[in-house]
């Protein structure tokens, strides 16, 4: 079973750091591209990041780049968001995604499946 | 960026009822070599993540019940819901994956009349 499980979500204040970690299980976590989706709690979904699945390609939004990294360790099957100097507007629970298989002609695609998210709060 | 946009935002239907949603993006989804429309439809149901249901404009997710479908093409597409159940009650987004940044539109929420 495929399998996200995001961790590392809490409270910071504005200017502070997190590491939102994904666990991936179920799939050849190498072989796809994987992406960062924020949602404020009773709002819309916003896309933050993506990562190919050997790491050497990357995009973010503008709202986040220079101050969010995305990341992953395929020997941990594991995907990471660094959030530096967070802002409130950063709030929102963070979901890991699986996007397209990098290894295909299709390339990158939907987002499927998701996971259960980890909140994080910056506040003061 | 291309802009999604949703309507209605929130949708009043009778169990058993159709229910019907559409999405507008800013341009065309059809990439031309392919004939394929980027675009993709989700289901989130509260305190749960959003869930798959349609891809490539059309094609539906294995496991998702035949009485969701999905139309368009270029910039227009709709979702529809033939027979209304009550588990269907959720917001329902759709999103382009033409380019980056990915975008959504801002949600329908189909709620029992």
């Known amino acids: 079973e495929v399998q996200l499980v995001e961790s590392g979500g809490g409270l910071v204040q504005p200017g502070g750091s997190l590491r939102l970690s994904c666990a991936a299980s179920g799939f050849t976590f190498s072989a796809y591209w994987m992406h960062w989706v924020r949602q404020v709690p009773g709002k819309g979904l916003v896309w933050v990041s993506r990562i190919s699945g050997d790491g050497s390609s990357a995009t973010s939004a503008d709202s986040v780049k220079g101050r969010f990294t995305i990341s992953r360790d395929s020997a941990r099957n594991t995907l990471y968001l660094q959030m530096n100097s967070l802002r409130a507007e950063d709030t929102g629970v963070y979901f890991c995604?699986?996007?397209?298989?990098?290894?295909?002609?299709?390339?990158?695609?939907?987002?499927?499946?998701w996971g259960q998210g980890t909140l994080v709060t910056v506040s003061s | 960026d291309i802009v999604m946009t949703q309507s209605p935002d929130s949708l009043g239907v009778s169990l058993g009822e159709r229910a019907t949603m559409n999405c507008k993006s800013s341009q065309s989804l059809l990439y031309s070599s392919n004939k394929k429309n980027y675009l993709a439809w989700y289901q989130q149901k509260p305190g749960q993540p959003p869930k798959l249901l349609i891809y490539w404009a059309s094609t539906r997710e294995s496991g998702v019940p035949d009485r969701f479908s999905g139309s368009g093409s270029g910039t227009d597409f709709t979702l529809t819901i033939s027979s209304l159940q009550a588990e269907d009650v959720a917001v329902y987004y759709c999103?382009?994956?033409?380019?980056?940044?990915?975008?959504f539109g801002q949600g329908t929420k189909v709620e029992i009349k």
């Open positions: 995604a699986r996007g397209g298989n990098s290894r295909e002609t299709a390339g990158d695609n939907w987002l499927d499946p």
């Open positions: 999103q382009q994956y033409y380019n980056t940044p990915r975008t």
